[in-house]
């Protein structure tokens, strides 16, 4: 059986983050890289969760 996985895009897990910027494109993203970005001040959702559009916007401006 092939089971895809689906993601909320608007409460992604670190985890999760990483395999959506995979799968978009990205070569060099790591939980560790993200985790950074974080500290850096990439925004959070309340409850620890990532929202992928905020995150790469960040990334953008950043």
């Keep these: 059986m092939n ?3 689906s993601f ?3 409460a992604l897990t ?3 983050l990483v395999i ?3 799968k978009t494109g990205s070569s ?3 939980v560790e890289k993200i985790q950074e ?3 850096a001040g990439a925004p959070v959702n309340d409850d620890g969760t990532i929202n992928y ?3 790469v916007g960040w990334m953008l401006k950043n």
């Design 3 to 5: 089971e895809k996985k």
């Design 8 to 10: 909320k895009l608007v």
């Design 14 to 16: 670190i985890d999760e």
């Design 20 to 22: 959506v910027l995979k």
């Design 28 to 30: 060099t993203v790591t």
């Design 37 to 39: 970005d974080i500290t």
């Design 53 to 55: 559009l905020k995150y």
